[in-house]
């Protein structure tokens, strides 16, 4: 009955490895919401996290791009490792997009100013490409006609779609996900999903923290689950929605569905 | 059966009467109080007319009218106020014109309605101003002020219809422009064996006074906002330090300071003039406040939006400058606007270092020989207090308007 978890080693993948976490831990003041984090996730993988509220998902994510610094083990992302260093981290952060649950759209900025923003001031593209560039990835998400408008105009599924569109437009090697679709409407959660299944089709590596369970089985290599600053159990979509190995998965699961 | 009658008299009565009766009368009290405030308001506006064109004797202001707006200015230098004038007219009604081809472009792309400013609503925005001016030319009985106030309106009205039509990339630079015209107008009044600024008095001087304080709190308040938010220690201690004690001190301190106390700050042999010195205080002081308000705006700033910039690469600084101040700004346009109101009417004060502004003109037209124990006080304060009132008002006005505007890309 018990199928062969091939992936329990959240360390095992197939291919060249791109992101690399050995032991990390993370505390905010006595808490630790980080514990001994082992993780490697290849080239073109697709990394699900799951797991219940406070249990670290944020953080795991936070850590990777530096908008929470780490305090023990070693972060490296495409050869290079994060250190104090502000060079290492923006170049780190030049090559890893991150979509955050409550988007964080540059309000006082149009739809395309707040795509060409980074491209113009962090890589210097000249303007007239940017905006090509700001287009291409409009049309990606499906939105190519709200490009002169401002984000408050738009629907919550809209808005996403061009913070989607705002990090690609960076070229990102990586991209992170924290809960892209828990503070949409539930008619809106599709339009995101599709652009994020599209974009893992087309070969992107991604870290995605969401409880949207179709997403994983569709598109997931690898699901992550955490409890408490660890990670639990690690293993395909089909392993850890069909067959976990340990009872706190379970109750989780059987909690979300 | 009530509701039919009702509508029924609805018919019958004018909005103006449903509109009285629904607001006014609409219980007993409500009656009552209507109609105390009714003859409390009518006595009030009959003896403010009475007083205004009957009994007050406007002779003092009327003899004193280019002491009001000058003060002490040497007489056969006007000229130069009236060439400044037209420079100050100019600059202001370019960058209107500018600002307004801006808006409109930025409207037009965004595919936004935007309206234009009718005649109509120019008169609703500065109805004070055009009253003031009216008086101000009422008093002066000779033609020579009339035409050259209509020449500097005109000025200001052509300055903004070329600021309208600049072409796009000479737009960019219109601010330039602008900046040289205002440094031109300070020029025209004091270069070429012109009035330096100790010799300047009245609304002339509250004004520059209030514009001059105004762009140098400005960036020293910025600096002093972002210095307290600093990584470095020194420099955010010297930033907290320095705004409480200038928030702990009156302004009436600074400023006899200014001019008493601070002699020994200086290196010997320099010795800054009284308005220069002034200067110096009401920026000082305006800054720390300035400091304040900007300190809100950017803590108003949701912190998704720096982790947003950071997280595409962009550096600390970029961040500042391209994602958190301009939303922390227009956060605090209106309180921003308050202190400058402020510190316009905080140029009162300096009526006790003995400076001649608008209060000063005041006292001294009532020691004139002439005017001296007639207590005629009860005239020339209503009129710098009108005055104060237009630029105060008008501020506050456009304020609340520009805060309208900027928030189109509101969330
Ligand atoms: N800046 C912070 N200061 C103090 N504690 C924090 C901070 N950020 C997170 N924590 C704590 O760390 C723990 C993990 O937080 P995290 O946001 O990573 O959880 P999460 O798994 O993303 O939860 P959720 O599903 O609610 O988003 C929580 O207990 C949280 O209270
Ligand atoms: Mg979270």
Not at chain 1, 94 to 115: A, C, S, Y
Request: contains cysteine; neutral net charge.
């Amino acid at each position: 009955m018990t199928q062969e978890n091939v992936y329990a080693d959240a360390t095992r993948v197939r291919g060249d490895v791109i992101i690399e976490l050995q032991g990390v831990d993370k505390h905010f003041g006595d808490f630790q919401a980080l514990k001994n984090i082992n993780l490697n996730v290849g080239k073109q993988e697709v990394i699900v996290v799951m797991g219940p509220s406070g249990s670290g998902k944020s953080t795991l994510i936070r850590c990777i791009n530096r908008l929470e610094k780490h305090d023990a083990g070693r972060i490296v992302v495409d050869g290079v490792e994060l250190s104090d260093d502000i060079r290492n981290i923006q170049e780190i952060r030049r090559e890893t997009g991150m979509v955050f649950q409550q988007f964080n759209l540059f309000p006082h900025l149009t739809v395309l100013d707040n795509i060409t923003l980074a491209p113009r001031q962090v890589r210097n593209v000249p303007k007239k490409e940017a905006e090509e560039l700001a287009m291409r990835q409009l049309e990606r998400v499906k939105i190519p006609e709200q490009a002169q408008k401002y984000p408050g105009q738009l629907s919550g599924g809209q808005q996403q779609r061009v913070a989607i569109a705002r990090s690609l437009a960076m070229q990102p090697k990586v991209m992170l996900f924290d809960e892209p679709t828990s503070a949409l409407d539930p008619e809106m959660i599709k339009e995101v999903l599709d652009a994020m299944v599209e974009l893992a089709e087309s070969g992107m590596t991604m870290i995605v923290v969401t409880h949207e369970m179709g997403f994983a089985r569709a598109v997931a290599n690898r699901v992550l689950f955490m409890a408490d600053g660890e990670v639990v159990e690690v293993g395909t979509p089909e392993h850890i929605f069909e067959n976990p190995d340990e009872d706190r998965t379970k109750l989780f699961l059987s909690q979300i569905l | 059966m009530a509701v039919q009658t009702d509508t029924a008299a609805v018919h019958r009565e004018s909005p103006a009467v449903r509109w009285a009766k629904e607001n006014l009368f609409s219980t007993w009290y409500n009656s009552l109080l209507t109609l105390i405030f009714g003859a409390l308001f009518v006595w009030l506006g009959f003896s403010v007319i009475r007083w205004v064109f009957f009994e007050a004797e406007w002779e003092i202001v009327r003899v004193n009218l280019t002491l009001f707006m000058v003060g002490r200015f040497p007489r056969e230098e006007l000229a130069r106020v009236w060439v400044s004038n037209f420079l100050i007219a100019g600059a202001i009604g370019l960058m209107a014109g500018a600002a307004a081809a801006s808006a409109a472009a930025a409207a037009k792309e965004a595919g936004l309605p935007f309206t234009q400013s009718t005649p109509r609503n120019w008169l609703q925005r500065f109805w004070p101003i055009l009253l003031l001016v009216v008086i101000l030319l009422q008093f002066s009985q000779t033609w020579t002020p009339t035409v050259l106030t209509l020449v500097t309106i005109a000025i200001g009205v052509g300055a903004r219809y070329v600021g309208l039509h600049l072409p796009r990339a000479v737009r960019r630079w219109a601010w330039l422009i602008v900046v040289v015209m205002l440094i031109g107008a300070y020029g025209a009044l004091s270069w070429f064996g012109g009035v330096k600024w100790d010799s300047w008095g009245g609304l002339h001087l509250t004004l520059f006074v209030t514009v001059a304080g105004i762009v140098l709190a400005f960036p020293l308040g910025l600096l002093l906002a972002l210095g307290r938010r600093s990584s470095l220690p020194l420099v955010r201690m010297l930033s907290v330090g320095y705004i409480e004690f200038i928030r702990g001190v009156p302004l009436i301190t600074l400023l006899l300071m200014g001019i008493f106390a601070l002699g020994f700050l200086l290196p010997p042999g320099v010795d800054p003039s009284d308005v220069t010195r002034l200067i110096v205080a009401i920026t000082l002081f305006t800054a720390a406040y300035v400091a304040e308000n900007v300190r809100g705006g950017l803590q108003a700033v949701p912190k998704g939006q720096t982790e947003a910039g950071q997280a595409l690469g962009l550096s600390p600084w970029k961040v500042m400058r391209l994602i958190v101040l301009p939303q922390a700004l227009r956060a605090v346009i209106p309180a921003m606007v308050g202190q400058f109101i402020s510190l316009f009417k905080d140029t009162s004060l300096l009526v006790v270092v003995g400076i001649v502004e608008l209060l000063q003109v005041s006292s001294i037209a009532n020691n004139q020989p002439e005017f001296l124990g007639r207590g005629l006080a009860e005239v020339t304060l209503p009129f710098v207090a009108l005055i104060y009132w237009v630029g105060s008002y008008t501020m506050s006005r456009e304020s609340r308007r520009l805060e309208k505007k900027l928030g189109v890309g509101e969330r």
